[in-house]
């Protein structure tokens, strides 16, 4: 039996700019979503389930995942502004393929709710067959299913493409997927798509681990702030709590790997070095021994970002010798002194825990900056 997609009369080949090597890939993987279509007992005639969850149970889903729907909302409406011409939806499901938010072109929309691309329905492969969402899903890779690559002929007038979303520990969140009229397919879609889900996942680490330490590296300098750098959450005793999908591709290894290791295996470094380095250094990023298994010579490019209002009792004992002088407590301070410590605890927590960017703004030494967070921590 043939399962390689078929051409038919409303069927357009995908444009060459995807890739010789890359558009065999996908083929591929096409052929062996159709091989699990058969396996489930799908036809290409099958007639899809048109109908959504019940309200009820939508609801509850949507608040199990409400977390995820806040970090992506905002980003799917940046996304369809993008593609406001293209007669598509941006959809956002759970980890089993159940749509929880969709925003769109209101004409499409129309016959989007006719094919159930609605929140509430479900596009796990096995109720759909061949779709970027459920297949995506079986991959856990950006997935297009172009027109009549779909297994089940009532979705051929689709295209659809579709990023899965990861949280800290490497697991599936949910999809991010664009739907719309395969006429109007662009060959971008995809990248912005997978751009889209990566926001999505550097939202999430950002705000998950956003009372700690979290350092953020790349091979090179010039991508550290950008939505390419790579991001690791580290405990007060150097334990890596977590880390974005940059951190893991960047480095070759899974994240209970990374986990397992910890930050001095990995980095070379020590939760010490990185707070001397933050202490003494400037505003050059901290050089870090590589160890990507794909590039042992190559050097990491790192920063720190401190939440030091709740890393201090961790980490006073560290602080140099100067800053260890005896200071008194916040309840003792004048209500002058008392506005100097929140001013100086707003600056470095809006500084993102950098000490020296604090002091600069401030205008004072980064030794000022350690013994007003000592007076803010003892009081």
């Not at 043939?2 to 096409?30: C, F, K, M, W, Y």
Request: aromatic fraction near 6%; proline fraction near 5%; glycine fraction near 6%.
């Amino acid at each position: 039996m043939n399962l390689r997609p078929r051409p038919n009369e409303t069927s357009t080949h995908l444009p060459a700019t995807i890739g010789v090597l890359s558009d065999r890939l996908r083929q591929a993987a096409i052929g062996q979503s159709h091989e699990r279509c058969v396996a489930l007992g799908l036809t290409e005639t099958s007639v899809p389930e048109l109908s959504p969850a019940p309200f009820s149970r939508l609801i509850d889903s949507r608040e199990r995942h409400r977390r995820l729907y806040e970090q992506a909302a905002p980003v799917m409406e940046m996304l369809f502004e993008q593609i406001v011409s293209t007669r598509s939806i941006v959809a956002l499901t759970d980890p089993q393929g159940t749509i929880l938010h969709s925003v769109g072109d209101s004409g499409f929309l129309e016959r989007a709710q006719q094919i159930a691309l609605a929140p509430g329905v479900n596009w796990s492969e096995s109720t759909k067959g061949t779709n970027a969402i459920g297949t995506a899903l079986f991959t856990e890779t950006p997935t297009i299913v172009h027109a009549d690559e779909h297994y089940v002929r009532a979705n051929h007038f689709l295209t659809c493409s579709a990023a899965p979303i990861f949280d800290h520990a490497g697991q599936m969140l949910g999809v991010l997927d664009v739907s719309g009229d395969h006429r109007s397919y662009h060959a971008h879609t995809l990248a912005m798509v997978t751009m889209s889900a990566r926001m999505i996942e550097n939202q999430w680490f950002a705000d998950k681990f956003r009372h700690g330490l979290r350092l953020h590296f790349h091979r090179r300098p010039e991508m550290l702030g950008t939505m390419r750098e790579a991001m690791v959450a580290l405990s007060p005793d150097g334990k890596i709590l977590g880390a974005n999908r940059s951190a893991l591709e960047l480095l070759g290894i899974s994240a209970a790997a990374l986990r397992m290791q910890g930050l001095e295996a990995v980095f070379g470094i020590t939760l010490a070095g990185i707070v001397d380095h933050c202490r003494h250094g400037t505003d050059e990023p901290l050089k870090l021994a590589s160890v990507l298994r794909h590039e042992p010579d190559a050097t990491l490019y790192a920063r720190a970002l401190f939440n030091w209002p709740t890393l201090w009792p961790a980490l006073a004992t560290q602080a140099p010798p100067e800053a260890a002088e005896p200071v008194r407590s916040a309840a003792a301070a004048t209500t002058l002194e008392a506005q100097e410590v929140e001013a100086v605890r707003q600056a470095v927590e809006s500084a993102g825990g950098n000490i020296s960017l604090a002091a600069r703004r401030l205008g004072v030494a980064r030794n000022t900056v350690y013994r007003k967070l000592a007076i803010a921590t003892k009081g």
